[in-house]
């Protein structure tokens, strides 16, 4: 990351100004939509595009291309995450899962990493709070290189875990380092989840609900469950 020259700054011969986080590619918009139904169907056989998923879909696109003027007509903002939400079953994993390969296959500039909750809970839960570490600094050897990284199905009851006798709630804690490394180093996280921001203070502290808002554009998958 650049160094800013604050001196310059200070003076008011330069703006403190961010470049976008979500870089904008230029892309063959009808290809490359429909390159990604079929990473879909490579997931789910006869994936269905319906008025429920559709204008998800088409939102989720124009944000991983990084598109200025759809972003902005909709309110997206291109130096934030994504926190999908809808109920289960209607389809939030599949989705990102398709936009992970096709950010990190396609459209690399704007990838990511895919983990799911459960998962971090698990791996916490047997080896420490010590495996949080990857989603931190992590320093190859001194040079912080922090990873993006999609985060899935967050705010369940089931995410506490002790350490040495202490309870921890894993994905409270993880959404800390997060947003310390978002606002430091600027690398965002995505998550899904089945509860909407207005219940997750069933779940988090709220300095906690707070820094999710802070990082993420709230996007709504409608819908009945897909699953048969």
Do not use: W
């Not at 944000?63 to 389809?91: A, H, Q, R, S």
């Not at 409270?172 to 606002?183: A, K, T």
Request: net charge positive; hydrophobic share 35%.
């Amino acid at each position: 990351m650049k160094k800013p020259d604050i001196k310059k700054i200070f003076k008011g011969e330069i703006a403190g100004s961010h470049d976008q986080i979500i870089k904008t590619i230029d892309v063959n918009q009808n290809r490359h939509k429909i390159g990604l139904i079929n990473i879909l169907r490579s997931k789910v056989e006869n994936y269905t595009i319906d008025a429920a998923n559709k204008d998800v879909l088409n939102t989720l696109f124009n944000y991983f291309i990084g598109d200025k003027l759809f972003c902005t007509e909709n309110n997206i903002d291109l130096n934030k995450g994504i926190l999908l939400c809808g109920g289960v079953g209607t389809g939030k994993s599949i989705i990102m899962h398709a936009f992970k390969d096709y950010a990190c296959e396609i459209n690399r500039m704007n990838g990511f990493q895919y983990y799911t909750a459960i998962d971090i809970i698990d791996s916490v839960n047997v080896s420490g709070v010590d495996y949080l570490e990857k989603f931190s600094y992590n320093f190859t050897g001194n040079i912080a290189n922090p990873i993006t990284c999609y985060i899935d199905d967050i705010a369940s009851k089931n995410e506490i875990v002790k350490n040495y006798g202490t309870e921890i709630s894993v994905i409270e804690q993880l959404i800390s380092i997060r947003y310390n490394i978002y606002s430091r180093y600027r690398k965002l996280t995505h998550f899904s989840s089945n509860i909407y921001p207005a219940n997750f203070k069933d779940y988090y502290d709220l300095r906690i609900v707070d820094r999710i808002k802070e990082m993420c554009n709230v996007i709504s998958l409608p819908g009945e469950s897909r699953r048969t």
